[in-house]
């Protein structure tokens, strides 16, 4: 019998950096979740992305264990370390900070594949295109 679900957090963490300040530990903290069992286990599973932000889907059940998911990191995330960035243009239509070549949209379409609303690669390309011109960046062919 499957158990029975309590509650699903979605939060965003450093992958292998968690640690039980905020926003991770008062999060978890409200709904019993032991957070250190939650980190240790997050840490492991997603020390290969050391440092960059990626979303967790954590379910509690009525008995106070629980399981998780890791996402994808976002795509603005892998779009400004692609063009070597702090963070996007204020000003987008106006103010471009960064480029990006179709191969790089492309690598990183193809790793948001799952997490986003398509099926066909060229769609998720023409996604992620988008968030970089919503970021000012520019996709130079």
Sequence with gaps: MAKEVAVKIKLQAQGGQATPAPPIGPALGQHGINIGQFISQFNERTKELNGTIVPVVITLYKDKSFSFEVKSPPAAVLLKQAAEVAKGSGVPNKE???????????????AKLQDLNVQDLDRAVKIIEGT????GIEVVR
């Design 132 to 135: 970089a011109r919503s970021m």
């Design 96 to 110: 471009k900070v960064g480029k990006v070549t179709p191969e790089q949209v492309r690598k990183i379409a193809e």
